[in-house]
T-cell receptor
Framework: GAVVSQHPSRVICKSGTSVKIECRSLDFQATTMFWYRQFPKQSLMLMATSNEGSKATYEQGVEKDKFLINHASLTLSTLTVTSAHPEDSSFYIC???????????FGPGTRLTVT | GENVEQHPSTLSVQEGDSAVIKCTYS??????FPWYKQELGKGPQLIIDIRSNVGEKKDQRIAVTLNKTAKHFSLHITETQPEDSAVYFCAASIKGWNTDKLIFGTGTRLQVFP
Protein backbone atom coordinates (compact mmCIF):
# COMPACT_ATOMS: atom_id res chain seq x y z
CA GLY A 1 0.00 0.00 0.00
CA ALA A 2 0.87 3.65 -0.23
CA VAL A 3 3.39 4.90 2.31
CA VAL A 4 3.87 8.36 3.74
CA SER A 5 6.95 9.04 5.84
CA GLN A 6 7.72 11.86 8.23
CA HIS A 7 11.09 13.00 9.46
CA PRO A 8 12.03 13.38 12.19
CA SER A 9 9.76 11.15 14.25
CA ARG A 10 10.72 13.04 17.39
CA VAL A 11 12.42 16.36 17.95
CA ILE A 12 13.25 18.40 21.02
CA CYS A 13 14.21 22.01 20.53
CA LYS A 14 14.78 25.08 22.63
CA SER A 15 12.33 27.92 22.80
CA GLY A 16 12.97 30.49 20.09
CA THR A 17 14.50 28.10 17.57
CA SER A 18 12.95 26.81 14.35
CA VAL A 19 12.18 23.22 13.47
CA LYS A 20 11.54 21.70 10.06
CA ILE A 21 9.41 18.59 9.60
CA GLU A 22 9.39 16.69 6.32
CA CYS A 23 6.52 14.72 4.83
CA ARG A 24 7.20 12.42 1.90
CA SER A 25 5.00 10.23 -0.24
CA LEU A 26 7.23 7.24 -0.98
CA ASP A 27 5.49 5.42 -3.80
CA PHE A 28 3.01 7.88 -5.21
CA GLN A 29 2.78 11.50 -6.23
CA ALA A 30 0.81 13.95 -4.16
CA THR A 31 -0.32 17.30 -5.50
CA THR A 32 -1.97 17.95 -2.15
CA MET A 33 -0.70 17.31 1.34
CA PHE A 34 -2.36 18.21 4.61
CA TRP A 35 -0.79 19.15 7.93
CA TYR A 36 -2.54 18.37 11.21
CA ARG A 37 -1.74 19.06 14.84
CA GLN A 38 -2.85 16.77 17.63
CA PHE A 39 -2.60 17.64 21.32
CA PRO A 40 -2.58 14.81 23.89
CA LYS A 41 -5.86 12.94 24.05
CA GLN A 42 -7.42 15.23 21.49
CA SER A 43 -8.47 14.96 17.89
CA LEU A 44 -6.56 15.91 14.75
CA MET A 45 -6.97 19.55 13.85
CA LEU A 46 -6.24 20.57 10.28
CA MET A 47 -3.67 23.34 10.16
CA ALA A 48 -3.18 23.85 6.44
CA THR A 49 -3.52 22.38 3.00
CA SER A 50 -0.34 22.28 0.98
CA ASN A 51 -0.53 22.35 -2.80
CA GLU A 52 2.45 21.54 -4.99
CA GLY A 53 3.87 24.63 -6.60
CA SER A 54 1.57 27.11 -4.90
CA LYS A 55 0.95 28.73 -1.56
CA ALA A 56 -0.56 26.75 1.25
CA THR A 57 -4.08 27.41 2.47
CA TYR A 58 -4.22 27.89 6.23
CA GLU A 59 -7.16 27.16 8.51
CA GLN A 60 -8.64 29.92 10.59
CA GLY A 61 -6.51 30.70 13.61
CA VAL A 62 -3.30 29.18 12.25
CA GLU A 63 -0.52 31.72 11.82
CA LYS A 64 1.00 31.34 8.37
CA ASP A 65 4.15 33.22 9.36
CA LYS A 66 4.74 30.89 12.26
CA PHE A 67 3.99 27.64 10.46
CA LEU A 68 5.76 27.87 7.12
CA ILE A 69 4.76 25.28 4.55
CA ASN A 70 6.64 24.46 1.38
CA HIS A 71 5.46 21.90 -1.17
CA ALA A 72 8.22 22.06 -3.71
CA SER A 73 7.74 18.68 -5.37
CA LEU A 74 5.07 16.04 -5.91
CA THR A 75 6.53 13.89 -3.13
CA LEU A 76 7.68 16.34 -0.47
CA SER A 77 6.08 18.94 1.77
CA THR A 78 7.79 20.60 4.70
CA LEU A 79 6.41 22.32 7.76
CA THR A 80 8.71 24.74 9.58
CA VAL A 81 7.71 25.85 13.05
CA THR A 82 9.42 29.20 13.47
CA SER A 83 10.41 30.71 16.80
CA ALA A 84 8.98 27.72 18.61
CA HIS A 85 7.47 28.09 22.06
CA PRO A 86 6.49 25.44 24.61
CA GLU A 87 2.84 25.79 23.58
CA ASP A 88 3.83 24.57 20.11
CA SER A 89 4.72 21.20 21.61
CA SER A 90 2.41 18.74 19.92
CA PHE A 91 2.12 15.75 17.61
CA TYR A 92 2.26 16.93 13.99
CA ILE A 93 0.81 14.61 11.36
CA CYS A 94 0.80 14.97 7.62
CA UNK A 95 -1.31 13.24 5.00
CA UNK A 96 -0.83 13.04 1.26
CA UNK A 97 -3.45 12.68 -1.44
CA UNK A 98 -2.55 10.37 -4.31
CA UNK A 99 -3.01 12.46 -7.46
CA UNK A 100 -4.11 9.44 -9.46
CA UNK A 101 -6.53 7.73 -7.07
CA UNK A 102 -7.55 10.64 -4.84
CA UNK A 103 -6.99 8.49 -1.75
CA UNK A 104 -5.45 10.14 1.30
CA UNK A 105 -2.72 8.45 3.35
CA PHE A 106 -1.38 9.53 6.73
CA GLY A 107 2.19 9.72 7.94
CA PRO A 108 3.35 8.31 11.30
CA GLY A 109 3.56 11.72 12.95
CA THR A 110 6.31 13.87 14.47
CA ARG A 111 6.38 14.60 18.16
CA LEU A 112 7.71 18.09 18.81
CA THR A 113 8.77 19.10 22.31
CA VAL A 114 9.84 22.69 22.88
CA THR A 115 11.73 23.29 26.12
CA GLY B 1 -18.35 24.65 8.07
CA GLU B 2 -18.52 20.97 8.83
CA ASN B 3 -18.69 19.78 12.43
CA VAL B 4 -18.38 16.14 13.46
CA GLU B 5 -19.44 14.85 16.86
CA GLN B 6 -18.41 11.42 18.13
CA HIS B 7 -19.68 9.28 21.01
CA PRO B 8 -18.73 7.75 23.32
CA SER B 9 -15.38 9.22 24.26
CA THR B 10 -14.35 5.99 25.98
CA LEU B 11 -15.64 2.47 25.55
CA SER B 12 -14.65 -0.65 27.45
CA VAL B 13 -15.77 -4.08 26.30
CA GLN B 14 -14.97 -7.66 27.08
CA GLU B 15 -13.09 -9.64 24.45
CA GLY B 16 -15.57 -11.19 22.04
CA ASP B 17 -18.24 -8.54 22.59
CA SER B 18 -19.25 -5.96 20.00
CA ALA B 19 -18.35 -2.28 20.05
CA VAL B 20 -20.30 0.51 18.43
CA ILE B 21 -19.10 4.08 17.93
CA LYS B 22 -21.41 6.76 16.58
CA CYS B 23 -20.81 10.02 14.76
CA THR B 24 -23.00 12.82 13.49
CA TYR B 25 -22.07 15.45 10.95
CA SER B 26 -23.54 18.82 10.15
CA UNK B 27 -22.86 19.50 6.47
CA UNK B 28 -25.37 17.70 4.27
CA UNK B 29 -22.96 18.08 1.34
CA UNK B 30 -20.48 15.68 2.97
CA UNK B 31 -20.20 12.52 0.94
CA UNK B 32 -17.21 10.60 2.29
CA PHE B 33 -16.95 9.11 5.77
CA PRO B 34 -13.74 7.30 6.74
CA TRP B 35 -12.87 5.69 10.06
CA TYR B 36 -9.34 5.66 11.44
CA LYS B 37 -7.59 3.65 14.12
CA GLN B 38 -4.77 5.37 15.95
CA GLU B 39 -2.39 3.55 18.23
CA LEU B 40 -0.30 5.38 20.77
CA GLY B 41 2.41 7.51 19.22
CA LYS B 42 1.41 6.64 15.65
CA GLY B 43 -0.46 8.25 12.81
CA PRO B 44 -4.06 7.30 12.04
CA GLN B 45 -4.66 4.25 9.86
CA LEU B 46 -7.73 3.99 7.64
CA ILE B 47 -9.76 0.93 8.60
CA ILE B 48 -12.92 1.39 6.59
CA ASP B 49 -14.77 4.11 4.72
CA ILE B 50 -18.17 4.67 3.19
CA ARG B 51 -19.49 7.01 0.56
CA SER B 52 -22.88 8.66 0.58
CA ASN B 53 -24.32 6.47 -2.16
CA VAL B 54 -24.02 3.41 0.10
CA GLY B 55 -25.88 2.66 3.33
CA GLU B 56 -23.65 -0.05 4.74
CA LYS B 57 -20.23 -1.55 4.16
CA LYS B 58 -18.59 -4.51 5.81
CA ASP B 59 -15.05 -5.80 5.96
CA GLN B 60 -14.66 -8.94 8.06
CA ARG B 61 -15.29 -7.89 11.70
CA ILE B 62 -15.74 -4.23 10.89
CA ALA B 63 -18.82 -2.58 9.43
CA VAL B 64 -19.94 0.98 8.90
CA THR B 65 -23.49 2.22 8.46
CA LEU B 66 -24.63 5.57 7.13
CA ASN B 67 -27.95 7.34 7.58
CA LYS B 68 -27.84 10.35 5.30
CA THR B 69 -31.23 11.65 6.37
CA ALA B 70 -30.23 11.79 10.01
CA LYS B 71 -26.61 12.63 9.19
CA HIS B 72 -25.40 9.75 11.34
CA PHE B 73 -22.77 7.13 10.68
CA SER B 74 -21.54 4.36 12.92
CA LEU B 75 -18.66 1.92 13.26
CA HIS B 76 -19.41 -1.60 14.39
CA ILE B 77 -16.67 -3.98 15.51
CA THR B 78 -17.75 -7.55 16.23
CA GLU B 79 -15.87 -10.26 18.11
CA THR B 80 -13.52 -7.68 19.58
CA GLN B 81 -9.94 -8.66 20.39
CA PRO B 82 -7.40 -7.01 22.71
CA GLU B 83 -5.48 -5.77 19.67
CA ASP B 84 -8.52 -3.71 18.70
CA SER B 85 -7.71 -1.47 21.67
CA ALA B 86 -6.84 1.97 20.29
CA VAL B 87 -8.36 5.38 19.66
CA TYR B 88 -10.85 5.47 16.81
CA PHE B 89 -11.69 8.60 14.87
CA CYS B 90 -14.51 9.19 12.45
CA ALA B 91 -14.20 11.89 9.81
CA ALA B 92 -16.32 13.53 7.15
CA SER B 93 -15.48 15.35 3.99
CA ILE B 94 -16.85 16.57 0.73
CA LYS B 95 -14.88 14.38 -1.62
CA GLY B 96 -14.45 15.75 -5.06
CA TRP B 97 -11.69 16.88 -7.32
CA ASN B 98 -9.24 18.69 -5.04
CA THR B 99 -11.83 19.10 -2.27
CA ASP B 100 -11.36 16.39 0.35
CA LYS B 101 -10.57 18.29 3.52
CA LEU B 102 -11.24 15.86 6.36
CA ILE B 103 -12.96 17.03 9.52
CA PHE B 104 -12.34 14.64 12.38
CA GLY B 105 -14.53 13.63 15.28
CA THR B 106 -13.27 13.89 18.84
CA GLY B 107 -12.18 10.26 19.07
CA THR B 108 -13.19 7.18 21.06
CA ARG B 109 -10.74 5.32 23.23
CA LEU B 110 -11.66 1.63 22.96
CA GLN B 111 -10.35 -0.82 25.51
CA VAL B 112 -10.91 -4.52 24.99
CA PHE B 113 -10.30 -6.56 28.11
CA PRO B 114 -9.23 -10.19 27.74
Amino acid sequence: GAVVSQHPSRVICKSGTSVKIECRSLDFQATTMFWYRQFPKQSLMLMATSNEGSKATYEQGVEKDKFLINHASLTLSTLTVTSAHPEDSSFYICSARDRLTGEQYFGPGTRLTVT
Amino acid sequence: GENVEQHPSTLSVQEGDSAVIKCTYSDSASNYFPWYKQELGKGPQLIIDIRSNVGEKKDQRIAVTLNKTAKHFSLHITETQPEDSAVYFCAASIKGWNTDKLIFGTGTRLQVFP
